[in-house]
């Protein structure tokens, strides 16, 4: 049987990628690989290898383009050393093998602004939605309910009914293009994921359950494949269950 290699992407700002590869380790993946994006432009290892791409949490470039924008554009028409290839050829023929790519939180970002999601109709690379500022004005770290759309392709999700997760971001906001892409998000049952109530019942507008005031409620969406997924909830950062002893702490 044929080993499950996963890839966590490192470097220029991201973190959490030891707690994300860890996550990976539980879920059963038999490699788990922690690769710094130089590492990939210098052709030093391969996207190739690998059947699942991590996209953690973090500051990319220190948002100083806005959240994950300038990484965006390096995947977008940075050069792998050697082939000459870019990043992104390599992404999309990630994508055509069926492979797997989740994003969180600054993954999120940097997924949606290189358009890998919701890249409707397989049009991948162009972007229809953004993550932008909170509506709060301040950085929200906090717990928040997401409500799960059974009806998604997602893999991610599927037989799940909510999650309650951390959220900690600046820049957490979804936004689509406009109202059309809003209305075919909704058609397609893209939208995985909503900000809700504590009983996962229906998605909520209300702060701080909506932490970021996130049009529809929006906290995660995936593309048509249910391949790709990205959420603002930094599951990396709960994958384990803690309970805490009576000893007096």
């Known amino acids: 049987m044929k080993k499950v290699k996963a890839l966590i992407l490192a470097g220029n700002g991201i973190n959490c990628e030891m707690e994300m590869a860890h996550a990976c380790k539980l879920g059963g993946a038999d490699v788990v690989d922690i690769v710094y994006i130089y590492d990939l432009l210098s052709g030093g290892v391969i996207l190739d290898d690998y059947h699942f791409l991590n996209l953690p949490g973090g500051f990319l470039d220190g948002d100083d383009l806005g959240s994950a924008k300038a990484m965006a554009h390096r995947l977008k028409y940075a050069r792998i050393a050697g082939s000459g290839e870019r990043l992104e050829e390599g992404i999309l023929r ?117 932490p970021n005031g996130a049009v529809s409620a929006i906290a995660g969406i995936c593309d048509e494949t249910g391949r790709l997924f990205g959420l603002m909830g930094r599951i990396c950062r709960c994958a384990l269950a803690t309970a805490i002893s009576d000893v007096g702490v």
């Open 94 to 210: 990630f994508i055509r093998e069926g492979k797997l790519i989740l994003g969180v939180c600054n993954g999120f970002q940097l997924m949606v602004k290189s358009g890998l999601i919701p890249g409707m109709g397989k049009s991948y690379g162009h972007q229809t939605v953004t993550l932008t500022f909170n509506d709060s004005g301040r950085f929200e770290d906090r717990w928040v309910y997401l409500k799960v759309n059974p009806d998604s392709p997602s893999i991610f999700t599927r037989g799940l009914k909510g999650l309650y997760l951390p959220v900690r971001h600046g820049e957490g906001k979804f936004i689509p293009r406009d109202e059309e892409v809003l209305a075919e998000l909704a058609r397609k049952n893209l939208i995985a994921l909503q900000y809700s109530d504590p009983e996962y019942r229906a998605p909520t507008m209300e702060y701080p359950l909506n």
